[in-house]
């Protein structure tokens, strides 16, 4: 689960982290009233999105399509630049290299103090799944694109592995200071700041926390100037305040549909639908269609236990992407029997009239059964009996083999 920008910045300001004061607004005129409240001749005026590339991304008019403004995150020297930058954010499409071309309705700012910036660096906090343990990413080049820089310079990305139960020791944190060049205050400010982040992200259950920039001031103050902050969704349950922060809005309808669905969804940009039970072997299951010259158009988990009606709301689900030429479905039967599967399928096909491709795998438990009941039922269902055969049959029937 994603958060804006201002919410992130609340929860530090709460934990006692370095941040600006700023001013959530969602009208020109809050934005205005930010502006006189703030007291500073300088302010950001920040487009609040769940996307990375704000600041180089474009706006658009929504209903002509033009080119409203260039950048997402302006910096406001007068009460009339905020005036004009507001005008030009709420409403209108921010296209960012993470929106994809449709890009995501601006219905948020977040207008902050200016500070006086003597560099920038890079700050992220994961969870290495590989080692099973939290890691801290740090670099001098903040400010640009991270994937930029693990390009074009790697040995500027400094990477440290922290104890979950430990936390950031004094010594972990003198060696990112000495990483970064820091040196007396702005060393001293840095130890500070990534203890306490660092035990916000265990606390508050966080997938991940990335700061595009971290700054030091001219003071030697080591500011979060962003806050891009994510959750794991598996933890919720012991977050209730987290979870009031979340935005529908900049959520895909059809992934919440899923989710209160009991189903997981997420939209891809290819036009294969997958309806598939088990995370792995979903993903598997996009895998092989890549191989044979597809392209998925969705990851669709349906859990281990799901019945005719949860398949018939996956498949309405998945034909709701108007990019969606034809549809794989994958099960194996553990738990899940084939037979209610296929009934699900049948049912399924008849109630939202499919018109496009549509192949079953089916093996585990009650599998001949379900094949037959397919078989039986006199609508156009292609069967496979293995991945590949299913993968090839529906590249095949859609002619992404041409």
Known sequence: MNIHEYQGKGLFRDAGLPVLEGVHCKTV???????????????????????GGRGKGKLYDPNSGDVVMEGGVKIAFSRDDVEIFATNIIGNRLVTKQTGEAGKIVNNLYVESGCAISHEYYLAILVDREEKMPLIMASTEGGMDIEEVAESNPEAIHKLHVDIEAGVTTQQA??????????????ASFNEMIQGLFALFVEKDCAMVEINPLVRTEDDEMVLLDAKVSFDENALFRHPDIVELRDLSEEEDTEIRAKEAGLSYVKLDGNIGCLVNGAGLAMATMDVIKLYGGEPANFLDVGGGADEEQVKTAFSIILEDPSVKGILVNIFGGIMRCDIIAKGVIAATEALGLEDPLVVRLVGTNFEEGRRILAESGLNIHTAETLAEGAEKIVALIGGDE
């Open 174 to 187: 003198d060696e990112l200071a000495t990483a970064l060049k820091l040196e007396g205050a702005a060393a």
């Open 29 to 51: 005129e809050e934005a205005l009233n930010a502006y006189d409240n703030l007291g500073n001749k300088v302010v950001a005026v920040k487009s609040q999105i769940h996307a």
